[in-house]
């Protein structure tokens, strides 16, 4: 299933809607983690901040692995998916976050940190992953000046 933008909207009667893309990438990752986390049992704490980072994996278009001597050098961390092919990073985790609060029951002002990022893979299908972690209060947050 390939992902979904969290800005796909549409016009229907004057209002603003979801397009059917949304939905179907919507239930689809609702099934599929649901199905996880029965075996798994995630427990979400109320008043807890969290960090969640987000991975969108994309199949590498075959222009960019067209000979053997390409496919065989592929490095996912050389060859970045920075064409129109792929959906922006914060649309992505916006469409998988939505989910993520509905499966897992948290409100998404829970999430202080919101790390996304997206790869090529040599496979053919579309890959998500996410970690979620505990974000302590008191811990420091550093910039460069």
Known sequence: MKFASGNQMMVARKRLIRTKEYHAYHDYLKAS?????DEVQVQMKSGQAYELRSLFIYPVPKSLISSKKKRDEF???KVLPITRGTIDVDNSVKASDDVLQEVLGFDDSQ????LGYKRYWLGETY????ELY???SGMEIEFYD
Do not use: G, H, Q, W
């Open 33 to 37: 983690l649901e199905e996880i986390l």
């Open 75 to 77: 490095d996912s961390s």
């Open 111 to 114: 999430i202080v940190n919101n």
């Open 127 to 130: 890959i998500y992953k996410f």
């Open 134 to 136: 505990e974000f302590d």
